[in-house]
């Protein structure tokens, strides 16, 4: 399979859901399986393992606006547990199954979080700035091995 995108986060928090809300607008291709989780768990190393690409998309109050960064498989120094950073993911998905493929983690501005469905203005502006980066990413990776769009 070529690519997997796990989006992060509860969009029944506000921006926490900007992820899933970026997710759900990336057009349907046909190499692309993608997931809404609420939290990364250790089971997805298992799953990711069996793709060339996999992206990690959450909300992130740290980012300035929008970062996609590769992803380095870290080691955690912490017991595992039942929230798992990409990095983790991706160390897990190395050294347990053999992932070898690419990985990416895009981190969006987030700033309010209250209990609500939807976006703040500014989030959801960075969101489709998200989108059309996260697409133009997919093309280049997945275009690369005749994937398309449907």
Sequence with gaps: MAAILIAIGNPLRGDDGVAHFIADRLPTMRD?????VLQLTPEHAAEIASFNLAIFVDADVDALELRIENIRAE??????????????????ARNVFAFSGKAYYCRVSASDFAFRE??????????????????????????QRGGTLQ
């Design 118 to 143: 939807g976006l703040s203005r500014r989030t959801a502006l960075i969101a489709s700035k998200a989108e059309g980066a996260l697409l133009a990413l997919l093309m280049d990776e997945i275009g």
């Design 32 to 36: 692309l399986v993608r997931r809404n």
């Design 75 to 92: 080691e955690s120094r912490a017991p595992l547990t039942h929230v798992s950073t990409p990095g983790q993911i991706v160390a897990i």
